[in-house]
């Protein structure tokens, strides 16, 4: 069984300390490619919030993140259907 929350040992004084690893953490990969995986996305960010697993103010930066995303989306899907109708023409 691993242990979620490693500790280091000084082999001197037996004191026990958190291990706090020094490599970069491990990024987080979600897709974001349409309106519905941003939606879906800012949702499990204010449950996570509503829970306290993410702070408020971090949860506040991430949402604010997702609705840049989502107006890109929404802009790149407006260009798209702009020059489908022109070429129509």
Known sequence: MSNQNPVEIDAASGEISEYTPTGK???YRC???TLSDVKREMSKVY???RSGVVEV???TK???CLQAVAKVIEGSDLEARIEALEQQK
Request: proline share 13%.
């Open 31 to 33: 897709p974001l490619d």
């Open 57 to 59: 103010q971090d949860s």
């Open 47 to 49: 449950r996570e919030a």
């Open 25 to 27: 953490p491990a990024r």
């Open 62 to 64: 991430f949402i604010w």
